[in-house]
């Protein structure tokens, strides 16, 4: 299954890394219209041990496939493959 990553919310307090303060993610499959909302670690598992496909699209209709990655203490996160953009395309998602 492949989903479009629509929205995101975050936490509140400090995170060194602003990908931490994601806690849930909206999403959409194009093909079925089904969505749903999961927590960042349900979409980290799904991706990393399911072999899940998200990605992000912007404005211009530029895909970024979402990955997973862990800080160096072991905290599961996730972020999109570099791209031409310069800005943070998780981030850059708007409030679910």
């Known amino acids: 299954m492949t989903i479009r990553i629509t929205c995101i919310n975050k936490d509140n307090g400090y995170h060194e890394n602003p990908n931490l303060a994601i806690s849930h993610l909206g999403w959409i499959n194009e093909q079925t219209r089904e969505t749903g909302k999961n927590t960042r670690l349900e979409i980290y598992?799904?991706?990393?041990?399911?072999?899940?496909?998200?990605?992000?699209?912007?404005?211009?209709?530029?895909?970024?496939?979402?990955?997973?990655?862990?800080?160096?203490?072991?905290?599961?996160?996730?972020?999109?493959?570099?791209?031409?953009?310069?800005?943070?395309?998780?981030?850059?998602?708007?409030e679910c």
């Open 45 to 94: 598992d799904w991706i990393k041990y399911k072999n899940g496909y998200a990605y992000v699209k912007d404005t211009f209709g530029n895909e970024a496939k979402v990955i997973t990655a862990e800080t160096y203490n072991g905290t599961k996160y996730l972020k999109t493959e570099a791209d031409n953009s310069t800005k943070n395309n998780l981030l850059s998602l708007p």
